[in-house]
């Protein structure tokens, strides 16, 4: 059983557009959720993440958006860079926050 | 600061082989995890310990055991490798500290590659 699902597995954006990464979880007793960035052959990095108690987190380029009524989270790359293609991994975890669980990943490619 | 390290980077075992994954942080964190990556199915959490002397199985733990330690280091051993335990394995650690933001996001490794044939 998914948990957590991103339902696209590619998506190609062109460059300085925006790039929209949509992640659904099942799970309600989810309240923190974060996004991964990861280049192949290395380990992912942090990116961003949000509680439950906002419905929006920006970090410059970045904005997290939650639904919590969908159960919907996205991420906003915005201008998009080359840079940015990458595999991005959406992240939950419950109240206590040791144990995250990931979903399966969206492989973005910037097209210059 | 290395932050988070693992060795080896890749390692090949014939099926019924033991080997331990090695993994160390600097950052003086409280939690370490190990993962493993497949194709299409993201990271899934094998153990992980909340704090030094303790651990705890993760979604997929059967044909695993973890060490932690010290503070420092959180090792994963496998028994008698097979080839469903070919995969990418992660280590991470995160801070942890209860009531200090951004204490939960967690720091990961470069990586082992392991096949077993």
């Known amino acids: 059983d998914q948990q957590v699902k991103q339902n696209s597995p590619s998506l190609s954006v062109q460059e300085g557009r925006i790039s929209i990464l949509n992640c659904d979880y099942t799970?309600?007793?989810?309240?923190?959720f974060l996004w991964y960035k990861k280049y192949p052959a290395e380990g992912p990095t942090f990116l961003i993440s949000?509680?439950?108690?906002?419905d929006k987190n920006e970090d410059g380029r970045f904005t997290v958006f939650l639904n919590k009524s969908a159960k919907h989270l996205s991420l906003h790359i915005v201008p998009s860079q080359p840079g940015d293609s990458a595999v991005y991994f959406c992240?939950?975890?419950?109240?206590?926050?040791?144990?995250?669980?990931f979903g399966t990943g969206t492989r973005l490619t910037i097209i210059p | 600061n290395a932050g988070v390290t693992q060795t080896p980077k890749f390692q090949v075992l014939k099926t019924g082989q033991s080997m331990t994954l090695q993994c160390a942080q600097d950052?003086?964190?409280?939690?370490m995890y190990w993962y493993r990556q497949d194709p299409g199915m993201g990271l899934r959490l094998i153990y992980y310990?909340?704090?030094?002397?303790?651990?705890d199985k993760g979604e997929v733990p059967n044909g695993y055991n973890v060490s932690r330690l010290n503070k420092r280091e959180f090792s994963l051993r496998l028994e008698s490798a097979a080839p469903s335990q070919t995969s990418v394995y992660f280590c991470?650690?995160?801070?942890?500290?209860?009531?200090?933001?951004?204490?939960?996001?967690?720091?990961f490794g470069p990586g082992t590659r392991l096949t077993v044939t």
């Open positions: 949000i509680s439950s108690i906002k």
């Open positions: 991470a650690s995160s801070p942890t500290t209860s009531g200090e933001p951004n204490s939960y996001e967690q720091y």
């Open positions: 950052m003086n964190h409280n939690s």
């Open positions: 310990s909340a704090s030094e002397g303790t651990t």
């Open positions: 799970n309600s007793m989810f309240d923190y």
């Open positions: 992240a939950a975890s419950p109240r206590g926050r040791e144990k995250l669980t």
